[in-house]
């Protein structure tokens, strides 16, 4: 069955950086747009950044400039580079996967987390 797995949370300080790296198996993350979320304790989940086929990107307003998503140089991964992080940015992490350019994903990872405390 289609799989995703995130990898790469931990424990930041405030201004540092993390990678995280969402791994495929069984669909081809080119075909797919694929998404990152965070949910926050209390908060709703937010869509972060997504990279959609042909490699355009977006990105909420409270990450631009900081989260750059891009095709990970392993085979079938999406990466998210986060730097100079923010305590506001701690929150569990998802990878998610939607068919072509489609709004509703189908595949969702298990999440990794993702906390920036001195």
């Known amino acids: 069955q289609v799989q995703l797995v995130e990898s790469g949370g931990g424990l930041v300080q405030p201004g540092g950086s993390l990678r995280l790296s969402c791994a495929a198996s069984?669909?081809?993350?080119?075909?797919?747009?694929m998404r990152w979320y965070r949910q926050a304790p209390g908060k709703q989940r937010e869509l972060v950044a997504d990279?959609?086929?042909?490699?355009?990107?977006d990105y909420a307003e409270s990450v631009k400039g900081r989260f750059t998503i891009s095709r990970g140089s392993a085979k079938n991964t999406i990466d998210l580079q986060m730097n100079s992080l923010k305590p506001e940015d701690t929150a569990v992490y998802y990878c998610?996967?939607?068919?072509?350019?489609?709004?509703?994903?189908?595949?969702w990872g298990q999440g990794t987390q993702v906390t920036v405390s001195l």
């Open positions: 998610a996967a939607a068919k072509g350019y489609g709004l509703q994903n189908d595949y």
């Open positions: 990279i959609k086929p042909g490699d355009i990107t």
């Open positions: 069984l669909i081809s993350v080119s075909l797919h747009t």
